[in-house]
């Protein structure tokens, strides 16, 4: 367990010291470092630490840690949130918004719930289409983000 401690830490400067745009620039940037990690073990490990691939000023995308303090927020939400903005529906379809680039993290947030009424979620960058089994109450959607939203409904 210490060296997955080791690991994260040193994956939490060179991302807070530097901006990658890949997977691959961070693997290379861990191993100029002498930390030798596999791919998988690297996604994992993002998204341990929340990291996201966010669009940045510049007009490119980059992995970005969430800010520590609300101080540092560039958006109009915490980044515990998952950026969540508002959920509306459509028959048995719900659209929920988002800051942009956070749309695929709340929309595999909500997948990992393994919901039977979900057939699925579509994600786009700041929209996220989840589809209800026909029938089903839209109080599920509102359960789903109660458990992953703090303070969600609130």
């Known amino acids: 367990m210490a060296a997955k401690k ?6 939490r400067m060179l991302l807070q010291e530097n901006s ?3 997977q691959e620039e961070i693997l290379s ?3 100029n470092a002498g930390v030798s990690v596999a791919q998988p073990t690297l996604s ?5 630490l929340k990291v996201a691939k966010m669009f940045t000023e510049n007009g490119s995308y980059a992995y970005l840690l969430p800010p520590e303090t609300p ?5 109009p939400v915490m980044p515990h949130t998952y950026g969540f903005l508002s959920v509306d529906f459509s ?6 918004k988002t800051v942009s680039g956070y749309a695929m993290s709340l929309s595999a947030e909500l997948d990992r719930l393994n919901s039977k009424d979900v ?3 579509v994600a786009g960058d700041d929209t996220i289409f989840a589809v209800l089994r026909e029938g089903t109450p839209r109080s599920v959607i ?3 983000l109660k458990a992953i939203i703090p303070h969600y409904g609130e």
């Open 71 to 75: 101080n540092e927020v560039h958006h």
């Open 29 to 31: 940037a861990l191993t």
């Open 20 to 22: 990658f745009e890949s």
């Open 6 to 11: 080791l690991r994260l830490e040193m994956l």
């Open 119 to 121: 057939v699925g979620t």
């Open 91 to 96: 028959g048995n379809i719900a659209v929920l």
């Open 142 to 144: 509102h359960n789903m």
């Open 44 to 48: 994992r490990d993002l998204r341990a």
